[in-house]
């Protein structure tokens, strides 16, 4: 987990992750500035590295950090450092907003170089994709918000999804129900939510959401996008709020911790 923090945090980095295997490195959402190059360099990958590159949706935590991304790419391909291609997977209207922002923040010269280096694959809903040899069903979360993509993968027999960031849709319950890991936002615990107006986002507590996987019988839940004010104390908080609303294993993810599938 290279961030957990939602769109306001400033002592967390907003959250996006990296899965890893053999085959290579598979970012997910770049957070929203050139800190998510940093982070990769604490976990010890070079952004030459991450050949596949996902984007959720086109919030400014989420897709900004891609852009840096792209100005260090296009730099070191002009310099020959850099040859091989980078898949970024995205939906319709992130493609959109990844195009415009680009035109109006880069130079010409590196829009050029990373029409070389950069292929985009603009996703359908249910769209399967092989990814660093795992499969990939990249679907619609069906947001209130704007467009957004999760995906459901198996991972070592095991069934993942990740729902991006907004609370599950009751349309999709089906299809996450039994899933042995269900990566999810949690904004806030229940009892702030008042002060956090997590519902009023678009977001979930810790115990709604807790709530909803364990009628699902989800095995394993993982919390991120959250907020940051009990600092060192959010997981403890925010692990006894889940267990007491769910009855599989809850993960409440430092920056940098790595869960292992």
Known sequence: MLGVGHGGTI???NTCFVIQ???GNFLVDTGGSIEVIKRLRKVNIEIGDVRNIFISHNHTDHILGLIWMFKKLGVSSINGKIKNKTNVYCND???ESIIGISKCTLPEKIIKELSKIIDFHILKNDEQININGI???FFDINPRDTKQFGFESVING????FLGDETLNPNLYERVKNADYVMHEAFCLD????IFHAYQKNHSTVKSVSKTMN?????NLILYHTEESHGIERKKLYIEEGKNNFNGNIYVPDELEVIEL
């Open 191 to 194: 009892s702030e939510e008042s």
């Open 215 to 219: 009628e699902l019988n989800v095995k």
């Open 11 to 13: 002592d967390l980095y």
């Open 158 to 161: 095991k069934r993942l999804m």
């Open 21 to 23: 295997n053999e085959n």
């Open 93 to 95: 209207v992130v493609y």
């Open 135 to 137: 499969k990939y069903t």
